[in-house]
């Protein structure tokens, strides 16, 4: 679509079956869009395969804009992704990252590690601990089932493309979405069982509450304005986790692949890391502050390889865009992997280069700059930032200060395989072998 976009300019018509969308490719246009029209273009498009996922309750991310989505909203910033609530995972983070660092050290010398498997395995035990606590039954059946909601073909078939069907809505919609929404309710409802039973026992002080904790004690407390039903809190927990995951360990793969490709950069981030570092026996959160490069870093992985990058909305009311007409219902797609590569904002914009972030005008993530806007803009940001960036940055420090980094034999930084794959979150094709050499050793304390 970047390439499409060359050809047909920042706005860009396409039509596919019943499904109209506009493709925004320019941070101007992205602009007027967002700045511009109030609450128009709050709400994400639908879909019968989405619908049919959230029969149960609305979750946060696909939940209309309104009253509900905007009470859960409330609830996500203030209560489970809060900067108090994030620091109280901290604990949470150094364990899993120390216990990554153990994974890599044990792997046979001379071996190459599939550091992909051992980033998801990371991501996902930090998230399902912070969620969920370590109280998970069948917790590797549930890992995948969350995954595959990341699999277009699991949501998405022919009614979504003909909405207005009467024939295909008489047809049942896909038993592989029906049998995974079944098996993921049932996973859910164990998990939420298994909180109440230790809540009825008197188990858990405020300290060691994990995010369904914190919304089943909402629910308690009666709070008139949002409604969280068991299927609400099914729906917000599957939302928080599916959104986690893919998208901070898919960013924390491309960091690790775009300093192989480039060994000035890998060695610049290392020997930060393990001048202000030195001395520790493992990586602790309070040092990270000072690793200023290896923020740049990320910011500039996610430039090039934003995960969610073209952040679905919908047009609520007939609206004017850079002089053409929109009618309501129309989907957006604002391109961000476009723009954050466009020339015209970036000087050599397909150069991984750390730097530009740290000379130039300080982007941040707040998607008021719409030249680079990784976490999305406006009233639906991702409210996960400061959960994602404190997961990716104490993971990046682990490797860069733990261990020295060789690509496997006959793979050189030109030839490193930076294909991306088709899907809901732009992922790496080629697996991520690498050999991990230990350099400071590990100690548990
Ligand atoms: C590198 C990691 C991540 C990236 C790049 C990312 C990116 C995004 C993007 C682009 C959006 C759409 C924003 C828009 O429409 O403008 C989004 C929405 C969302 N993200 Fe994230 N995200 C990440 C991690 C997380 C984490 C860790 C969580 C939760 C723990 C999370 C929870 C959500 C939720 C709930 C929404 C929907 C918000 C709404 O519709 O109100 N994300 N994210």
Avoid at 48 to 75: C, K, M, N, T
Avoid at 372 to 392: H, K
Avoid at 419 to 427: L, P, Q, R, S, Y
Wanted: include cysteine; charged fraction near 30%.
């Amino acid at each position: 679509m970047r390439d499409l976009s060359r050809r047909y300019g920042p706005l860009m018509l396409i039509r596919v079956c019943e499904r109209v969308a506009v493709v925004v490719s320019s941070a101007e246009a992205a602009r007027e869009i967002f700045k511009g029209h109030d609450v128009t273009f709050e709400q994400r498009p639908s879909s019968p395969g989405i619908d049919e996922l959230y029969r149960h309750g609305e979750g946060i991310i696909f939940a209309p804009y309104g009253d509900q989505w905007r009470q859960l909203r409330r609830i996500v910033m203030t209560e489970l992704l809060s900067a108090r609530r994030v620091e109280a995972f901290r604990r949470i983070r150094e364990d899993e990252a120390a216990r990554l660092v153990s994974s890599l050290a044990s792997a046979p010398p001379g071996q190459v590690v599939n550091v992909g498997e051992r980033l998801d395995e990371f991501i996902a035990d930090a998230g399902v601990r912070a969620i969920f606590s370590d109280r998970l039954p069948d917790r590797t059946v549930f890992l995948k089932m969350v995954r595959q909601i990341d699999d277009i073909e699991a949501l998405f078939d022919l009614h979504d493309l003909f909405p207005s069907s009467r024939l295909l809505r008489m047809i049942p919609w896909g038993r592989k979405a029906e049998r995974h929404r079944q098996e993921l309710l049932r996973l859910m409802d164990d998990i939420l069982r298994s909180h109440e039973e230790r809540r009825a026992a008197g188990g858990g002080g405020d300290e060691e509450q994990d995010m369904i904790d914190v919304l089943l004690r909402i629910q308690k407390e009666d709070d008139m304005r949002v409604s969280l039903t068991q299927g609400v809190i099914r729906a917000v927990l599957t939302d928080l986790f599916g959104a986690a995951v893919d998208t901070s360990s898919t960013t924390l793969q491309w960091a690790m692949a775009e300093l192989m490709a480039n060994p000035r950069v890998l060695e610049k981030a290392q020997s930060e890391t393990r001048h202000f570092l030195a001395g520790h026996a493992r990586v602790q959160e309070v040092e990270l502050n000072k690793l200023s490069y290896m923020k740049a870093v990320i910011k500039e992985t996610l430039r090039m390889h934003p995960p969610g990058s073209l952040a679905p909305r919908v047009c609520l009311g007939d609206c004017k865009i850079q002089g053409y007409d929109v009618p309501q219902g129309t989907i957006i797609l604002t391109n961000v992997y476009a723009i954050s590569r466009d020339p015209k904002y970036w000087e050599n914009p397909d150069m991984f280069m750390p730097e530009r972030f740290q000379v130039d005008k300080a982007f941040d993530y707040k998607g008021l700059d719409f030249e680079y806007t990784p976490f999305g803009t406006s009233r639906r940001i991702c409210p996960g930032i400061n959960f994602a960036t404190a997961n990716i940055e104490i993971a990046l420090a682990s490797l860069l200060y733990h261990f020295d980094w060789k690509l496997p034999l006959g793979v050189n930084p030109e030839n490193l395989d930076m294909t991306e794959v088709f899907g809901i979150t732009a992922k790496r094709k080629a697996e991520l072998l690498l050999h991990p050499i230990p350099h400071i050793p590990h100690v548990d304390e």
